[in-house]
């Protein structure tokens, strides 16, 4: 184990290498950050200024190594827009997601589970039909939409909720709901179609036939088979949360890296940019070791003979 | 490429029903360990049939398929009523025939036909999904496949790159385009096939490293057949259905990504028109007038819906270990699914 | 590179504990009468002083932190005074200002004509690269003199009439603000100082109690920012704030939105010197084609006004018998004919560029003007783009590879004199202009050298000349803002309100 994480870890410095230095390329690809930063009546000179202040008038490759050079000594240069220190500002941004993201995927994977058993014990009955129903609609709902028509619901007519904000626990219930409809919506079909077949095999069949009651022969036998299909889907969703909930920190006020990440590529503030994707590579790296890890262990207990 | 997705009787499907036939009566062996069985039994017409057994299924492939006639007739029969404006008559309630069928579904913020303007936009939407899934799909699984039977440094690289891909902001990615570019139809549907690429090909690779060392394919390689013929005749046929299964699962998510876009103002712009810039531009009216947000939310929905359930019927239609519940009554599942995903990851 | 990445992992593990969590008691407290709550459309970037022309800073600090020597009043336009009692031209490049004597800064120290040099220096003549010095002075530099403790002296390059104007834009800092950097948390004079910035949610300010002039009604206030105009609205109508910025005519606010004039007037902008633009029928075709009444009256719920010049009317210069162009679209199809059979090739596609939520149903105004333009003969395709791309069509120099475009402008006179609009948007050298011609550039310059009445009929004769002559604009209309005010509040907005928000003109309603 320690050794393949440890190969796993320095074949992921590449990447995360690649990645950088393909988002300070293209970003630099998007026009220059001059004239969104200067007066509109700003002249030649003035413009010229701009560029050598900002080491914007180097060659590109001159700039790159400049760039890196600073990352080798934790210098990852400084917001155009704030002047602050680009690392400070992803940093302060990126738990604000985490958070969000964790508490979304923990909800929305108790949830599934949870209404994925409820649907797979009678396939097709009425249960089935309703939570299939709904699941697939809940996962193709415009998020941006939800959340408006959330906060027009539960904000305005009803009062029950803020509106938007990181004033208190209640301000976290919608954006989570709006968050979590597209994981609840995907895990719930993926628990209900692994919990079918699983319960289907003969030894569940045995384990019932044995007198096992239904709780038991979920929990113990059904439940530990569809956990590895349900952790892979639930990572690559989890993946598409860290990446940022643009959406959601956008409607609701959210200081999260999405809403910092949209913020600086069109507001062209490469250095911020930079570190933000810096810090979400550095996270979807991680969580893919750990799903890694968690799919190694599950698949040990399920099925020691399958490849480790 | 995309026709896989609209004909999903199509032909790739007989060489999966081939491989089928053995397990077909033997509902718990791992359909994987069976190699490929000759057997040129008319497939085709039987999964129609087994379409017909199941009425959600039934009805799902009868949306789609009418939004895909939408799709290519409906701008010819609406003519310009998707762009005819009329100030004066702005934002008409819906279900009134007091201004004609063309004015059934209400009228928008400029006074044009939310039914011309629908059915312009599914063709615009169409042809942004179907594409991006397309050529995702397409480059994803041969890649996959490719790697995850040479394994080795191959497979390591390539699965480095998808996580390059997938840890790239694509929101970068389509600012990018729409700056150096236009931002025309065809550059969304590049962002969008680009960015969903990893999904194929992990999954692929996971599928085919798992194959290459089945018996079957050991055989076909010591009797000296060739890599390619090797991926092409034993490999892609088991893995197919999988992939189809998570493409349109994609179409879904690919519709969503282009209204997310539209809502950043990054996506489609005006004067074209999807169903995703329509909610989006629909949704500060909410208020005033629903129907400009909540209709083509509904095409989205409904769309989707139907996309999932005949996805769901097709992973268990075309997975021989699980078929046979389709000749049960109303029975469902998808455990083919699950293994299939299961490796996506490493 | 293995050590930093790891560096930064811990040190996101470190404070991935802290921040989002960190919601103050005072978050929810807000609701009681002492705290004025402001929801803007987006965080300012920085509160430094010598940025507070760029509007999301100065919404916030200027008049509420900081304070300039003079101020222009938005209603009549008037220079008043503030941190100066008065001031005259002692010649013609020089001007004598005579300061308060009873200011302190927030830190204590006081205000003095030596902070007051110091702040005009750091702004206008340093190296920090101050917007408000693109913004007002360009690149002439300003000698400054502190006299004495209450006397400043200020010094042009070359006669400058309104510089008192320009120096409005200037606020003032003590003397212990770096000249080095920028200062993201300034101190000053004003009615509040800077509490706390909790950076991604909240500002807070206190009341300064060593205010010199009249205390604000409220203790304290508090700035959070949305950037979806519905939720904006939202927070007014839910009671979770009390003043709301940048409110669209649909966002759901109902009668708790105030309208005003905010100064600003949209027009296409046309390139004159690409065919078919560059025959004057063809842009007299386009300004007969705009149905300018309908739009006002449809899109912008009849609070706009149909407009016949780039600036409203309250800005030195405005032309009040200037009329707008009727409707006409016969006769611009005429025009269109005449300029066609004149071997004009009006079947040219003319880009109609518009940039993506720049203002309010900016994308429905798009396509109506596509539309009109087209019914009168002309081949509009529209292209929609964003802000940094926008500004590559709106300055020089120009996109040139895609041929004649009429680009949708929005233009804001802050500074509530004609100049800033003219020397832009009509000389032929301008930033923002295509074109002009020689006689048009002598009569603006002329017009920037005079005077009070003279002033004024200078730059009205400027924008007639320009709907005869030059043609280098279809005006639109000039726009209304509407802000969220909740009921408990009682402020009336007016044509600055957007650009500099005066926590001190609001009080509690009774």
């Known amino acids: 184990m320690l050794v393949y994480l440890r190969q796993r870890i320095i074949s992921s410095l590449l990447p995360l290498v690649v990645v950088v230095v393909g988002v300070f390329a293209l970003a630099r690809l998007t026009g220059n950050p001059a004239s969104l930063y200067l007066p509109l009546n700003a002249t030649e000179q003035m413009r010229a200024d701009f560029m050598a202040r900002e080491g914007l008038d180097q060659p590109l490759l001159v700039q790159m190594a400049d760039y890196f050079g600073g990352v080798l000594r934790l210098d990852f240069g400084e917001s155009l827009r704030t002047g602050e220190p680009a690392a400070a500002m992803a940093l302060r941004a990126f738990p604000a997601t985490l958070q969000l993201a964790a508490t979304t995927m923990v909800i929305a994977i108790v949830a599934a589970v949870l209404v994925g058993c409820w649907a797979a014990l009678k396939p097709n009955g009425v249960a089935d039909r309703i939570s299939s129903f709904v699941s697939m609609a809940a996962a193709s709902i415009p998020d941006f939409w939800l959340a408006i028509v959330g906060i027009w619901i539960f904000a305005i007519t009803l009062g029950w909720l803020p509106t938007s904000g990181v004033s208190g626990p209640e301000a976290w219930i919608l954006p989570i709901a709006t968050l979590m409809l597209r994981p609840f919506g995907v895990l719930v079909q993926i628990v209900r179609g692994a919990m079918v077949s699983a319960l289907s095999e003969p030894y569940i069949k045995l384990a019932r036939s044995k007198g096992a009651s239904d709780a038991r022969v979920v929990t113990h036998h059904a439940l530990r088979n569809a956990a590895a299909p349900a952790l892979t889907v639930a990572g690559d969703l989890a993946v598409g949360l860290v990446n940022g909930a643009v959406v959601v920190e956008t409607i609701f006020g959210w200081p999260g890296i999405g809403k910092l990440m949209i913020d600086s590529i069109l507001q062209r503030d490469f250095a911020v940019l930079q570190a933000a994707v810096l810090i979400t590579a550095i996270a979807i790296f991680i969580l893919n070791i750990l799903i890694d890890i968690g799919y190694a262990l599950l698949d040990a207990r399920v099925r020691p003979t399958v490849k480790a | 490429m995309a026709t896989p997705l609209l004909q999903p009787e199509g032909h790739q499907h007989s060489e999966i029903d081939r491989s089928g036939t053995a397990a077909t009566h033997t509902p718990d062996a791992r359909p994987l360990e069976a190699p490929p069985v000759q057997d040129l039994g008319d497939k085709k017409l039987s999964l129609f049939r087994l379409l017909l057994r199941d009425k959600f299924a039934t009805l799902a492939a009868l949306v789609l398929m009418f939004v895909g006639l939408v799709a290519v007739f409906g701008p010819m029969l609406v003519g310009d009523l998707a762009t005819r404006q009329d100030l004066l008559a702005a934002n008409k309630p819906p279900f009134s025939l007091d201004d004609g069928w063309g004015y059934v579904l209400g009228s928008d913020s400029l006074g044009r036909s939310m039914l011309g303007r629908l059915v312009v936009a599914t063709r615009t939407t169409i042809s942004v999904a179907l594409p991006a899934v397309g050529i995702a799909l397409v480059i994803g699984s041969l890649w996959g496949v490719w790697a995850g039977y040479h394994r080795g440094l191959r497979e390591t690289i390539s699965m480095r790159i998808a996580d390059v891909i997938m840890s790239f902001p694509s929101l970068l990615l389509a600012v990018v385009v729409l700056y150096v570019f236009n931002p025309s139809l065809g550059n969304i549907v590049l962002i969008l096939a680009i960015t969903r690429i990893p999904i194929y090909l992990r999954t692929a690779r996971a599928e085919s490293a798992e194959l290459q060392s089945r018996t079957f394919v050991d055989a076909a390689r010591t009797f000296g057949s060739k890599p390619t013929a090797i991926i092409g005749r034993h490999v892609i046929p088991i893995v197919l259905p999988t992939l189809l299964t998570l493409a349109t699962l994609e179409f879904c998510y690919v519709m969503l990504a282009e209204s997310s876009l539209s809502f950043l103002g990054i996506g489609i712009q005006s004067p074209d028109v999807s169903w995703g810039l329509m909610v989006s531009q629909g949704r500060q009216y909410l208020q005033t007038a629903w129907w400009l947000s909540i209709l083509p939310g509904l095409a989205i929905v409904v769309t989707t819906i139907a996309a999932n359930i005949l996805a769901a019927w097709l992973r268990i239609a075309t997975d021989p270990a699980q078929r046979w519940r389709l000749s049960l009554p109303r029975k469902r599942g998808g455990r083919r699914f699950g293994t299939a995903l299961k490796g996506a990851t490493k | 590179m293995i050590f930093s990445t790891l560096a930064v992992g811990g040190t996101l593990v470190l404070s991935s504990c802290s921040v989002a969590n960190s919601e103050q008691v005072e978050g929810d407290a807000g609701a009681a009468s002492d705290t004025i709550r402001v929801v803007l459309s987006q965080e300012p970037p920085t509160l430094e002083a010598c940025e507070a022309n760029l509007t999301s800073t100065g919404v916030v600090v200027r008049s509420n932190v900081t304070q300039p020597l003079v101020e222009r009043n938005p209603t009549t336009g008037d220079i008043e005074p503030l941190l100066a009692t008065e001031w005259e031209a002692t010649s013609d490049t020089e001007w004598t200002f005579k300061l308060r004597d009873d200011v302190t800064f927030h830190d204590g120290t006081p205000f003095d004509a030596e902070a007051a040099a110091f702040t005009i220096d750091r702004a206008v003549n340093s190296d920090l690269g101050c917007n408000v010095e693109g913004y007002v002075f360009g690149d002439d530099d300003l000698v400054v003199e502190a006299v004495d403790e209450t006397t400043l002296k200020v010094t042009t390059a070359s006669p400058d009439p309104i510089l008192p104007l320009r120096l409005s834009f200037v606020e003032i800092v003590p003397t212990s603000t770096s000249s080095e950097e920028k200062v993201r948390e300034p101190i000053g004079t004003g009615p509040y100082a800077i509490e706390q910035w909790d950076a991604g949610q909240r500002i807070t300010l206190a009341a300064y109690e060593g205010f010199w002039g009249d205390a604000p009604a409220y203790p304290k206030a508090e700035y959070q920012w949305r950037s979806e105009g519905t939720v ?218 005079t005077e009070g009445e003279d002033r004024q009929s200078a730059y009205e004769e400027v924008f007639a000349y320009q709907n005869e002559n030059v043609v280098q604009f279809a005006m639109i209309a000039h726009q209304t803002g509407i802000i969220g005010k909740a009921a408990g509040v009682d402020y009336e907005p007016n044509s600055s309100s957007g650009d500099e928000l005066r926590l001190s003109e609001m009080t509690p309603a009774n």
């Open chain 3, 232 to 449: 904006r609205a939202a927070m007014i109508t839910s009671g979770e704030a009390d003043i709301a910025m940048g409110i669209g005519p649909d966002d759901g606010i109902g009668e708790l939105g105030v309208s005003y004039p905010n100064n600003e007037t949209i027009a296409l902008r046309l390139t004159g010197e690409i065919a078919p633009l560059d025959d004057a029928r063809v842009r007299e075709a386009i300004n007969y084609a705009v149905d300018k009444e309908t739009i006002v009256s449809s899109l912008y719920g009849g609070t706009d006004k149909v407009a016949a010049q780039l600036i409203p009317e309250g800005v030195v210069g405005h032309n009040p018998d200037l009329e707008p162009w009727p409707f006409d679209l016969d006769r611009a199809k005429e025009l269109v004919a005449e300029a066609k059979a004149d071997g004009v090739p009006v079947d040219t596609k003319i880009t109609l560029v518009t940039r993506s939520a720049q203002f309010p149903k900016v994308t429905e105004l798009s396509q109506v003007l596509q539309e009109q333009l087209s019914q009168a003969g002309l081949n509009v395709e529209l292209k929609t783009v964003e802000t940094s791309q926008h500004l590559q069509y709106q300055l020089r120099p120009f996109v040139t590879n895609e041929g004649p475009i009429a680009l949708l402008v929005q233009h804001g006179n802050q500074a509530g004199d004609a100049a800033f609009t003219v020397e832009q948007y009509m000389t032929s050298t301008g930033a923002q202009s295509t074109f002009g011609t020689p006689e048009f550039d002598a009569m603006i310059e002329e017009a920037g050298l």
